[in-house]
């Protein structure tokens, strides 16, 4: 039996993230932002990964009778135990993932990697993997940051990982109804070269557009950089096909409306492989905008940056709302001002010139006809400047727009400097932003100063809502000897202010391992009931994706051995 993949994978990649091509080194301004802002004596870059052959890779669990039979599903070359591929696929690109791997443990990688060409093969290996108490997850870029695609054996023989990358074809495309139907696993730019040919695009590009496939955009009810004009995922699908234990499992509906009960397709949209395996769905899609117009402004605070964003969105005209709206905190705005070269510290001391000190500076682009967005941009100035705003022109948002995909390779190179990192995100309502703001903000720089350490903290807000906004933030500090230890006392630390504050324990990164001991807090006990009840009829037997989504219950006492 073969036990390779045909396609080379590059083992460049292992142990972060994308194309090291793309990777850009940091700076010396950088690093001395970096040094003065963390206090720290050096970053030299002493924490480099461990070599390929150095990490270390338990035996595959799987007979040769079991990897014959999913060799006879998918074709010998498309079911993998090599060490390699096994190592690329033990886990997402959490910063834990990132440590474990680059300290050279893949102990959990899964026992073996099958590359399925169609719903028919993962109906056969998910049939298989019942009859053999095989665990199943799904992979699709493998961009997870919540711990959603760790291969979790539990108490199945063994585990499994679906790579969907051979399921990556644009299906059909109805013009007169502007959508598009794909399999699930095609990536972000493999989704925008397929509906170029007729004029038309997605408009979802989350940060891990490069990587991400439409199965994982679906399953983890991401949204994307330009969501407030476009729609989240959860917005943009009409219908998904499921393969599940069960059987086949279509949810949703072609029609543009429908009131035939509840929406199941919310049943499989979020569901994060805890039910089946999405193979293919038909999406919304729109022309390609003819222009896009960029905006910036500084305002004299954050808080007063949310408000004129509040009334844009829920004042406005229904045209004026961009489809990117983002906005920095001062000290994200800071940060941006620092490492921005000459032009940026010009553009500092004309806002202190201004009276603004401590701005902080909103990014705004509209996509769709030059007219319509100058026309937005020019009534939306009114609500920016009644804010105190002091418009910035078009490079700001242009120069984002440029680098927007750059932020999860500089995550490798700052823990290869010695330097911690991590995100999260969460969204409130308007009247809990600023508090939510504050407290998780308060609990991030606490745990990280745990043992004296410097930390910072910067923050923006991604995504605007009629009712709320969300608040994404990223942190950095001194890696500290144990930074598993370092990030599950931060995530913790985090997680119990987001719930304490009344805000969502996700908004876009989905629940995974990690935030799932907290969806109760988010659903209500009989909400976990409903989401349990739904696994038990579509995976009876438990196999997909173990220990994801819904929270395990609680040992009873007397029950234990």
């Given at each position: 039996?073969?036990?390779?993949?045909?396609e080379?994978?590059?083992?460049s990649?292992?142990?972060?993230w994308?194309?090291?091509?793309?990777?850009?080194?940091?700076?010396?301004?950088?690093?001395?932002?970096?040094?003065?802002?963390?206090?720290?004596?050096g970053?030299?870059?002493?924490?480099?990964?461990?070599?390929?052959?150095d990490?270390?890779?338990?035996?595959?669990?799987?007979?040769?009778?079991?990897?014959?039979?999913?060799?006879?599903?998918?074709?010998?070359?498309?079911?993998?135990?090599?060490?390699?591929?096994?190592?690329?696929?033990?886990?997402?690109?959490?910063?834990?993932d990132?440590i474990?791997?680059?300290?050279?443990?893949a102990?959990?990688?899964?026992?073996a990697?099958?590359?399925?060409?169609?719903a028919?093969?993962?109906?056969?290996?998910?049939?298989?993997?019942v009859?053999?108490?095989?665990a199943?997850?799904?992979?699709?870029?493998?961009?997870?940051?919540?711990?959603?695609?760790?291969?979790?054996?539990?108490?199945?023989?063994?585990?499994?990982t679906?790579?969907?990358?051979?399921?990556?074809?644009?299906?059909?495309?109805?013009?007169?109804?502007?959508?598009?139907?794909?399999?699930?696993?095609?990536?972000?730019?493999?989704?925008?070269?397929?509906?170029?040919?007729?004029?038309?695009?997605?408009?979802?590009?989350?940060?891990?557009?490069?990587?991400a496939?439409?199965?994982?955009?679906?399953?983890?009810?991401?949204?994307?950089?330009?969501?407030?004009?476009y729609?989240?995922?959860n917005?943009l699908?009409?219908?998904?096909?499921?393969?599940?234990?069960?059987?086949?499992?279509?949810?949703g509906?072609?029609?543009?409306g429908?009131a035939a009960?509840?929406?199941?397709?919310?049943?499989?949209?979020?569901?994060?492989?805890?039910?089946?395996?999405?193979?293919?769905?038909?999406?919304?899609v729109?022309?390609?905008?003819q222009?896009?117009?960029?905006?910036a402004?500084?305002?004299?605070?954050?808080?007063?940056?949310?408000e004129?964003m509040?009334?844009?969105?829920?004042?406005?005209?229904?045209?004026?709302?961009?489809?990117?709206?983002?906005?920095?905190d001062?000290?994200?705005?800071?940060?941006?001002?620092k490492?921005?070269?000459?032009k940026?510290?010009?553009?500092?001391r004309?806002?202190r010139?201004?009276?603004?000190?401590r701005?902080?500076?909103?990014?705004?682009?509209?996509?769709?006809?030059?007219?319509?967005?100058?026309?937005g941009?020019?009534?939306?100035?009114?609500?920016?400047?009644?804010?105190?705003?002091i418009?910035l022109?078009?490079?700001?948002?242009k120069?984002?727009?440029?680098?927007?995909?750059?932020?999860?390779?500089?995550?490798?190179e700052?823990?290869?400097?010695?330097?911690?990192?991590?995100?999260?995100?969460?969204?409130?309502?308007?009247?809990?932003?600023?508090?939510?703001?504050?407290?998780?903000?308060?609990?991030?720089?606490?745990?990280?100063?745990e043992?004296?350490?410097?930390?910072?903290?910067?923050t923006?807000?991604s995504?605007?809502?009629?009712?709320?906004?969300s608040?994404?933030?990223?942190?950095?500090?001194g890696?500290?000897?144990?930074?598993?230890?370092?990030?599950?006392?931060?995530?913790?630390a985090?997680s119990?202010?987001?719930?304490?504050?009344?805000?969502?324990?996700?908004?876009?990164?989905?629940?995974?391992i990690?935030?799932?001991p907290?969806?109760?807090?988010?659903?209500?006990?009989?909400?976990?009931?409903v989401?349990?009840?739904?696994?038990?009829?579509?995976?009876?037997?438990?196999?997909?994706?173990?220990?994801?989504?819904?929270p395990?219950?609680?040992?009873?006492?007397k029950?234990?051995?």
């Amino acid at each position: 039996m073969v036990t390779h993949i045909t396609e080379e994978i590059p083992r460049s990649v292992w142990y972060g993230w994308g194309d090291p091509a793309r990777a850009k080194p940091l700076g010396p301004g950088a690093l001395d932002f970096l040094r003065r802002t963390l206090k720290l004596k050096g970053v030299a870059g002493d924490h480099p990964p461990v070599t390929m052959a150095d990490v270390r890779v338990g035996p595959s669990a799987l007979d040769a009778a079991t990897l014959n039979e999913l060799a006879a599903i998918t074709g010998p070359d498309h079911v993998a135990t090599d060490a390699t591929t096994r190592i690329l696929h033990a886990g997402g690109k959490s910063t834990p993932d990132l440590i474990r791997r680059r300290s050279g443990d893949a102990l959990e990688a899964p026992e073996a990697v099958v590359f399925p060409a169609g719903a028919e093969e993962v109906r056969s290996i998910l049939a298989l993997c019942v009859e053999r108490n095989l665990a199943v997850v799904t992979f699709g870029g493998g961009t997870s940051v919540v711990g959603g695609v760790e291969p979790v054996r539990g108490r199945f023989n063994a585990v499994i990982t679906l790579d969907m990358r051979r399921m990556d074809r644009l299906l059909h495309v109805d013009p007169l109804a502007r959508t598009a139907t794909f399999e699930a696993g095609i990536r972000g730019p493999a989704i925008e070269a397929a509906l170029a040919p007729h004029g038309l695009t997605l408009g979802h590009f989350p940060q891990s557009h490069q990587e991400a496939s439409l199965g994982g955009y679906l399953a983890t009810r991401s949204a994307g950089q330009a969501s407030t004009g476009y729609g989240r995922s959860n917005d943009l699908v009409k219908q998904v096909h499921l393969e599940t234990p069960a059987g086949p499992f279509d949810a949703g509906s072609p029609a543009p409306g429908s009131a035939a009960g509840p929406k199941l397709l919310d049943v499989v949209v979020g569901s994060e492989g805890t039910l089946g395996v999405i193979t293919s769905a038909t999406l919304k899609v729109v022309p390609v905008p003819q222009a896009k117009v960029y905006g910036a402004w500084s305002f004299p605070s954050f808080e007063a940056g949310a408000e004129a964003m509040r009334k844009l969105r829920q004042d406005g005209a229904r045209g004026d709302m961009p489809h990117v709206c983002r906005l920095s905190d001062t000290d994200e705005t800071a940060s941006t001002f620092k490492l921005g070269g000459a032009k940026t510290a010009a553009l500092q001391r004309y806002l202190r010139v201004r009276g603004q000190k401590r701005p902080a500076m909103a990014l705004f682009v509209w996509e769709g006809s030059e007219r319509a967005g100058r026309a937005g941009k020019r009534r939306s100035a009114r609500i920016m400047r009644a804010a105190g705003g002091i418009s910035l022109g078009p490079l700001p948002g242009k120069s984002w727009e440029h680098g927007r995909f750059s932020g999860p390779y500089l995550r490798d190179e700052l823990l290869t400097r010695g330097v911690y990192v991590e995100t999260l995100e969460t969204a409130a309502t308007w009247g809990k932003v600023a508090s939510t703001y504050a407290a998780v903000r308060s609990a991030i720089l606490a745990a990280l100063g745990e043992k004296g350490a410097a930390a910072f903290v910067q923050t923006h807000i991604s995504h605007v809502y009629s009712d709320g906004a969300s608040l994404y933030f990223t942190f950095l500090s001194g890696l500290e000897e144990d930074g598993l230890a370092q990030n599950a006392r931060v995530k913790a630390a985090a997680s119990e202010a987001i719930v304490a504050a009344g805000a969502t324990i996700t908004h876009h990164h989905a629940v995974g391992i990690d935030h799932a001991p907290y969806m109760e807090a988010e659903i209500g006990a009989l909400g976990i009931q409903v989401l349990a009840g739904i696994k038990g009829v579509l995976d009876p037997h438990g196999i997909m994706n173990p220990g994801k989504l819904i929270p395990a219950p609680p040992t009873n006492p007397k029950e234990a051995p």
